[in-house]
């Protein structure tokens, strides 16, 4: 909804999930590190096999990090460079761990958090992922907390309830707080 109000989006998950998917950039790193079980005969990351080793295992989770971290940040600096070169006023960066992160929140001008409770954050990751309740609670007992979240928030939505109108109408008045 932002891209709509005219920012230019750059989403650090959607560029991990790059780096990972087939002929990715990390692939070839992570079947060195982790072996090829660890890959899908399509050639990507087996994303459900590392995720179940590095909620169990911290140090590989330290390790894959180190692998698809800083290919994400060569990717974003391209991308923003790109961005600026084409005069983009407004540079949202979409970042799932900018709190657990600590750099992140340093590098930006304002952070602006969707936010909902949780129970409504779990069922809505069993629904979009096919996850079990437990699954879900995993990843979000390894993340930051929503108090952590909205503490570094500047700005937050609140998206409980709100309607597709209800959520566009509160994007478009955040969009015009960011110069759009």
């Known amino acids: 909804m932002l891209a709509e109000c005219g920012a230019v989006i750059v989403d650090a998950d959607a560029i991990s999930r790059q780096t990972t998917a087939a002929g990715g950039a990390a692939i070839q790193s992570i079947e060195q590190i982790f072996g090829a079980s660890f890959i899908t005969p399509a050639g990507a990351l087996d994303r459900d096999a590392m995720r179940q080793l590095v909620f169990s295992d911290p140090a590989a989770k330290l390790r894959l990090e180190a692998i698809v971290h800083p290919l994400v940040t060569q990717e974003t600096v391209r991308q923003v460079r790109a961005a600026e070169s084409a005069g983009a006023r407004c540079l949202v960066f979409d970042v799932p761990?900018?709190?657990?992160?600590?750099?992140?929140?340093?590098?930006?001008?304002?952070?602006?958090?969707?936010?909902?409770?949780?129970?409504?954050?779990?069922?809505?990751?069993?629904?979009?992922?096919?996850?079990?309740?437990?699954?879900?609670?995993?990843?979000?007992?390894?993340?930051?907390?929503?108090?952590?979240?909205?503490?570094?928030?500047?700005?937050?939505?609140?998206?409980?309830?709100?309607?597709?109108?209800?959520l566009a109408s509160l994007t478009r008045d955040v969009a015009a707080g960011f110069g759009l």
Not at 99 to 124: A, F, K, P, Y
Not at 130 to 148: C, F, G, I, L, Y
């Open 97 to 166: 761990l900018l709190v657990e992160s600590g750099r992140w929140r340093h590098q930006v001008d304002q952070v602006l958090v969707v936010d909902c409770t949780e129970e409504r954050q779990i069922s809505r990751v069993m629904a979009r992922n096919d996850w079990t309740r437990e699954a879900v609670q995993k990843v979000m007992n390894a993340q930051a907390s929503r108090a952590q979240r909205l503490a570094a928030a500047d700005v937050c939505i609140y998206n409980d309830s709100l309607s597709l109108a209800e």
